[in-house]
């Protein structure tokens, strides 16, 4: 596993990509911030030594290195997840990498269904904790111990300092910013009625399929975190509509407006590395 990891961080040192301390998820919501990054190469997964080929027809799968409002950056365009049939470590494989590079903060982004009634399509969740139900761990295989701690502590997944500073550049910016606790389910089917009930009482305001176990390597890495939800869905147990794919993306797309101002807001102040 070090190997594998090792091979990956020296092929991408040897491309010029190194002590990058700012690292972004492209996840659905946020690709459009491609526009505003001054690129200075790319490199597609399938290039990169051991890295998964995503599969995901929404999202590219390339890793950006270039510039945001004058900070370096890498910026993985597109993500990997449970339903595509990777393992946990192939999952946060990249997480990894991106550490052993230099990396000290993550910013990701994803799509998600609102399981609280208060949320609207197009809008916006920072997410204040999660609920892990992947049905497994990043951490739990033989050898993990030798990647970093085991028994990581969640008490704090997600950075407060860089949240309070997200919720005053919303507020500046006239953004409606909700927070909340998001649940990770496998998927890659939706769920039903009697799911979003469960959700609702164990405490989620929004369920999609990542993001949760790319966090908890983070936290092993001790890097720190800020994710944000694109709202795309309200998943109204007792009003239940079908789900059309392409209004999914439309709210993404909606959404992402707001969540680029954020984003780009949080580096030019120099609240990201």
């Known amino acids: ?38 690129v200075l190469f790319e490199i597609p997964y399938e290039g990169i030594p051991n890295f998964p ?35 946990f470590f192939e999952i946060t494989f990249w997480v990894r990498v991106f550490a052993a590079l230099g990396g ?3 910013l990701l ?12 399509k197009g809008e916006l969740m920072l997410l204040t904790d999660h609920i892990n139900l992947q049905g497994g761990s990043p951490l739990a295989f033989k050898g993990a111990e030798t ?11 997600y950075n407060k300092t860089l949240q309070n500073k997200a919720r005053a550049l919303a507020e500046n910016k006239g953004i409606l910013l909700h927070q909340g606790v998001y649940a990770a389910v496998v998927g890659p089917q939706l769920e039903t009625a009697a799911e979003y009930r469960y959700l609702k009482i164990i405490g989620a305001d929004a369920v999609g399929m990542s993001t949760v176990p790319e966090v908890i390597v983070a936290r092993q890495l001790g890097l720190e975190v800020i994710a944000f939800s694109v709202l795309t869905d309200v998943c109204d147990p007792d009003d239940l509509q079908p789900i059309h794919i392409p209004d999914i993306m439309a709210m993404a797309k909606k959404g992402e407006l707001d969540l680029i101002k954020i984003v780009k807001g949080l580096v030019k102040a120099g609240e990201l590395l």
């Not at 092929?11 to 505003?36: C, P, S, W």
């Not at 270039?66 to 393992?87: C, K, P, T």
């Not at 990647?147 to 997944?157: A, I, T």
């Open 109 to 120: 982004s994803n799509a998600a269904g609102a399981i609280n009634l208060n949320f609207n």
């Open 53 to 87: 080929t995503a599969t995901q027809a929404y999202q590219k799968g390339r890793l950006l290195y270039g510039e945001l409002e004058g900070v370096r950056i890498l910026a993985f365009q597109g993500r990997f997840h449970r339903y595509e049939g990777f393992d």
């Open 104 to 106: 000290k903060q993550l």
């Open 1 to 38: 596993m070090k190997e594998k990891i090792d091979t990956s961080v020296h092929f991408l040192k040897e491309k010029g990509i190194e002590n990058v301390a700012m690292g972004i998820v492209l996840g659905t919501g946020l690709d459009g911030l491609t526009k505003d990054i001054k």
């Open 147 to 157: 990647l970093g701690e085991r028994f990581v502590d969640l008490s704090q997944p």
